[in-house]
Nanobody, 127 residues
Framework: QVQLVESGGGLVQAGGSLRLSCAAS????????MGWFRQAPGKEREFVVGLSGSGGTTYYADSVKGRFTISRDNNKNAVYLQMNSLKPEDTAVYYC????????????????????WGQGTQVTVSS
């Protein structure tokens, strides 16, 4: 099992930037597909971006394409989400997740394909 802990959330003005971190412990997560999801009040959890186990494939939701960037540091067993040009509609709790299935070259987008989840970190973007 992999334990995930997110950090880096906070309050930022529209147009600003934040960098979320996801630290993995337990079994190494370096070959797992990793994803970031978010959930706003009253809404379903939605896929934001994912990275394949190999690190060679990424997939971004249309709503964040060109503004968010996912990256991985295998030496630190961590995944990051750089968020630029933030908008009020980006306000949500952001979750890091690891998919333990056969996703070395692909990126699962359905939250049901992810097996381990962090506790979430709040991101609030003011207008």
């Amino acid at each position: 099992q992999v334990q995930l802990v997110e950090s880096g959330g906070g309050l930022v003005q529209a147009g600003g930037s934040l960098r979320l971190s996801c630290a993995a412990s337990g079994r190494t997560a370096r070959s797992y597909a990793m994803g970031w999801f978010r959930q706003a009040p009253g809404k379903e959890r939605e896929f934001v971006v994912g990275l394949s186990g190999s690190g060679g494939t990424t997939y971004y939701a249309d709503s964040v394409k060109g503004r968010f960037t996912i990256s991985r540091d295998n030496n630190k067993n961590a995944v990051y989400l750089q968020m630029n040009s933030l908008k009020p509609e980006d306000t949500a709790v952001y979750y890091c997740a690891a998919a333990l299935g056969p996703y070395y070259y692909t990126v699962p987008q359905n939250y049901q394909n992810y097996d381990s989840w962090g506790q979430g970190t709040q991101v609030t973007v003011s207008s």
